[in-house]
């Protein structure tokens, strides 16, 4: 695969994930670790027909202990949070929130051997940080209430969980793809068993709500974690880095239209801000030549 396609591939799942609010939203009241289980199982599932066409890619999935943690507790935790932030605050500023992490990849990575943190990384946080304060300050004049703090707090430690993952992602660039499958397989199990212990079961009520799980586990808690694991290990990541905060704005958009939430001054200024301070902190990626 060339870098080119790699990229590509990379790039559907920023696709996907754009619509992962709207899905949840859309499967209904289910507890947040059902519906965690749920998908990851079927996103499991996606992985594991592709074996039966490769015996061999099973073997993927001995790997190391730090591996495994990397894997599992970015998937877990981050999705556990993320879908519990939108159970109990407004989808769409707990979604502009969480999309924090396309500024913080970039913020981490500047850590990582051979790179530094510059002025632009700098100013970029600072406009990210801008526009957190601005939706706090939309929601307090619009339907803030107190009760959407654990959502939005749950988004906000969601976003530093997948930037996390997604840089010691990078480092792990030789554990394979098909490994991912395990990953999500664990996640799965992990969340079924969190549920049996503090849930109650709430079984999806309509044909579209089963439809969105389905959705869902194929697409954003599915085949996207095999394309981005793809794109960063094979691809131009500078180029999936910039692109990654296009999310946010997807995201929102996906949302406004579906009629999950509505259309503001506010709103768009947020997501202007947040997007903006990752391009700015992005520079590097976005103008310097391919190493």
């Given amino acids: ?5 790699a990229t590509l591939v990379g790039l559907s799942a920023i696709l996907m994930w754009s619509l992962l609010a709207v899905l949840t939203v859309a ?21 594991v027909v592709s074996w039966l066409l490769r015996p061999g890619a099973a073997r993927a999935l001995r790997q190391s202990p730090l591996a495994w943690a990397v894997g599992v507790g970015g998937l877990f935790g981050y999705h556990a949070l993320y879908f519990l932030a939108l159970r109990l605050a407004p989808p769409a500023e707990a979604g502009l929130l969480n999309y ?36 706090f300050a939309g929601n307090a004049s ?30 792990l660039r030789a554990v394979p793809t098909d490994a991912v499958a395990g990953f999500c397989l664990a996640t799965a199990v992990l969340a079924a068993l969190v549920h049996g212990a503090v849930e109650t079961t709430v079984w999806p009520q309509t044909p579209t709500q089963w439809a969105s799980i389905a959705i869902l586990g194929i697409g954003p808690v599915g085949g996207a974690f095999y394309a981005w ?20 704005l997807l995201s929102t958009g996906f949302l406004i239209l579906a009629g999950f939430a509505e259309a503001s001054t506010t709103l768009a200024l947020a997501a202007a801000l947040i997007a903006g ?15």
């Fill in 27 to 47: 499967s209904g009241t289910m507890p947040a670790f059902q519906l965690a289980a749920m998908t990851f199982a079927i996103g499991a599932g996606v992985g």
């Fill in 1 to 5: 695969m060339t870098v080119r396609s």
């Fill in 100 to 135: 924090l992490w396309p500024l913080l990849i970039v913020l981490f990575s500047s850590f990582l051997p051979g790179e530094r943190l510059r002025w632009h990384h700098l100013a970029g946080a600072l406009l990210g940080l801008v526009g957190t304060v601005l939706l």
């Fill in 229 to 248: 694991d793809i794109g960063m290990k094979r691809g131009d990541i500078r180029v999936l880095g910039a692109a990654s905060y296009a999310t946010p």
């Fill in 142 to 171: 619009a339907r803030f209430e107190p009760g959407h703090i654990a959502g939005l707090v749950a988004a906000f430690v969601a976003a530093f969980i997948w930037a996390a993952y997604s840089v010691m992602s990078r480092r």
């Fill in 277 to 291: 301070g990752g391009l700015i902190a992005a520079k590097d990626m976005i103008w310097k030549g391919r190493s």
